[in-house]
């Protein structure tokens, strides 16, 4: 399970959010728009979504 982070819905500094790769378009750049993909977590700032990401991806490892 590959995760990224990307703004979501907005452009403010609390706009990142968690996504599962598969999940987004091919080849997709830029906001994710509502509708597009669904966020596994959302409203948090860059860092914040960093080490969210890091951590599902260790418990993931981890659980195998």
């Given at each position: 399970?590959?995760?990224?982070?990307?703004?979501?819905?907005?452009?403010?500094?609390?706009s990142?959010?968690?996504?599962?790769?598969?999940?987004?378009?091919?080849?997709?750049?830029?906001i994710v728009f509502l509708g597009e993909?669904?966020?596994i977590v959302s409203g948090l700032d860059r860092t914040q979504a960093n080490g969210y990401r890091r951590r599902l991806m260790e418990e993931h490892?981890?659980?195998?």
């Open positions: 399970m590959k995760l990224v982070i990307r703004k979501f819905n907005g452009d403010d500094s609390y990142w959010a968690v996504f599962k790769k598969e999940d987004l378009p091919k080849g997709h750049r830029g993909a669904r966020p490892n981890e659980s195998r």
